[in-house]
């Protein structure tokens, strides 16, 4: 995309809590390309500007909970992985209206890999159904990994992840050591550190266990692991990752590109949220 500036923003509630302007401004100024990212949030009882979102001129937009199915619904389009587990957290403008994509997944996976850690063969629990959870159970399959999906309501199967077994939390603490345990659910996303833990009891004992919030840097889910012996690993590098192909899907309308935005997302990262990125 060349001349102009490029029109961003984040939807969810809350949303204050995100380094996504922050990260994609960043990256902006190191290619020479204005990006004028955003925060956008919207009370779930605000139909006004929920509305409004979609009549905007924005050229795309990243969503955050609670809005990852509300939008793929109301996109034009899907990607085909975003059609089979009806979630987004990245939309996009092009001729024919809004494209919805789920990025989340390929974000995990590449972080994952990144901290030399395998997926294939390895048994995986994640911790939510929501998108996040379902994207990260398809993508993390797709690698190899043999994943158990966990939830207050196993008896529902989640769009796209029928073919997973699913439990309960009651059972979870009763389960035999994970070789991966992922949060995908929303507790420890911008609270305090002393919030009450997650229950994983010898699920997480020497396992990898990462958490796709970020903040804090340090959350209840990674503090309990951490006392079971666990390798931890923040939701930062997920962030960074799934922002990789988000660029690529938005500025080269291309999904091979990811990689090559990779070394700039994790150097803006660094700059901004330090912090976060030990």
């Given amino acids: ?23 994609w401004e960043g990256v902006g100024k190191r290619r020479g390309v204005t990006i004028e990212y955003a925060r956008y949030p919207v009370d779930p009882e605000d139909a006004t500007s929920w509305d409004a979102l979609w009549a905007s001129d924005l050229h795309g937009f990243n969503v955050t909970a609670p809005y990852k199915e509300r939008a793929a619904a109301r996109c034009d389009r899907l990607s085909p992985a975003a059609a089979e587990i009806r979630s987004v957290n990245t939309v996009i ?19 994952v ?34 994943v158990t999906m966990v939830s207050r309501y196993p008896e529902r199967v989640p769009p796209g992840c029928g073919r997973f077994p699913r439990i309960g939390w009651d059972a979870l ?7 991966v345990v992922v949060n995908a659910t929303p507790v420890g996303r911008g609270r305090s550190a002393s919030e009450p833990a997650l229950s994983c009891g010898r699920a ?6 990462l958490d796709l919030n970020y903040t804090p840097p340090v959350t209840s889910f990674l503090r309990a692991a951490r006392a079971a012996g666990a390798r931890t690993l923040n939701g930062l590098s997920t962030l ?14 291309d999904p091979a590109a990811a990689e090559s935005y990779e070394e700039d997302f994790r150097a803006v990262a660094r700059e901004v949220a330090p912090q976060v990125s030990r």
């Fill in 1 to 23: 995309m060349t001349g102009g500036a490029l029109h961003l923003a984040l939807v969810g509630w809350p949303v204050g809590h995100s380094l996504s302007p922050l990260l």
């Fill in 93 to 111: 403008r092009d001729a024919g209206g809004w494209t919805g994509h789920s990025t989340d997944g390929y974000g995990f996976v590449r972080a």
């Fill in 113 to 146: 890999l990144a901290a030399d850690e395998p997926l294939r063969g390895r048994r995986m629990a994640v911790l939510g159904t929501g998108g996040a959870g379902r994207s990260v159970a398809r993508a993390a399959a797709e690698a190899g990994a043999e």
């Fill in 173 to 179: 603490v009763e389960q035999d050591p994970f070789d």
């Fill in 204 to 209: 997480c004992t020497n396992a990898l266990a």
């Fill in 240 to 253: 960074v990752y799934q922002a990789c192909l988000g660029a690529a899907l938005l500025l080269d309308r």
